[in-house]
């Protein structure tokens, strides 16, 4: 089992819809929780960035962890074809877990908002 | 502007001929790692430099080098490329303290034949 689970979809949606994106995971040490967007031909760029459980808002995006489901979530509100990409969920566990703290990462879901 | 800068982009090459991924970055961050992309296997770490002359294994070295002789760069080098390292090679950088960002060059996309 891979420690972090990401449908890859491809997900299709109209301009204007409600999407929801997701990760599940399995190391219940993991503490720090991303979400990065990848455009085509272009490397990951930081989305969301949440610490432990909750909820964090930014504009049209939403990212939420629910640690005692190991669950990530990140929705996006009034989708633009703009937001068409691939969206990388990562994770990593504490500072004090070791020097790398390399992020693990989900395969990516791609996503494509229609006009 | 913040960046990380990699070069080539595009190359294609033959089995045996070394060749080197350059990869600069300007926000004098101390943290450095090498990405590789593949289908259906997502990022994967190559290797990972804490610092100048600091360098560790990720979870699929063979076949890489690295060195950090400068803070700024962190060069890729393929002593003697296989298909099997055909991929998109991300360099990628943050600060050592940082808990997460990295941020990405735009990638360098490698074919061996």
């Known amino acids: 089992q891979k420690e972090v689970e990401q449908d890859p979809g491809p997900l299709s949606v109209p301009e204007g819809a409600i999407v929801s994106l997701n990760c599940t995971y399995s190391n219940s040490a993991f503490q720090y929780f991303m979400w990065y967007r990848q455009y085509s031909r272009k490397g990951p760029e930081l989305l969301m960035y949440t610490y432990s459980s909750g909820n964090k808002e930014d504009g049209r995006f939403t990212a939420q962890v629910d640690k005692s489901s190991k669950y990530i979530s990140l929705f996006i509100r009034d989708s633009q074809p703009s937001d068409s990409a691939t969206y990388l969920c990562?994770?990593?566990?504490?500072?004090?877990?070791?020097?790398?703290?390399?992020?693990?990462w989900g395969l990516g879901t791609s996503l494509a908002v229609n006009p | 502007e913040a960046q990380v800068t990699q070069n080539p982009r595009y190359l294609i090459t033959v089995t045996g001929k070394k060749l080197t991924v350059t990869c600069s970055q300007n926000m004098n961050h101390e943290y450095m790692s090498w990405y590789r992309q593949d289908p259906g296997l997502g990022l994967r770490q190559i290797y990972y430099s804490m610092n100048v002359e600091v360098t560790d294994k990720g979870d699929v070295p063979e076949g890489y080098k690295v060195s950090r002789k400068e803070k700024r760069n962190f060069p890729l080098i393929l002593e003697s490329p296989s298909p099997n390292q055909t991929s998109l090679y991300f360099c990628a950088s943050r600060q050592r303290t940082d808990t997460g960002e990295l941020f990405f060059g735009e990638g360098s996309r490698l074919t061996v034949l």
């Open positions: 990562a994770m990593s566990v504490p500072p004090y877990a070791g020097n790398n703290r390399k992020l693990i």
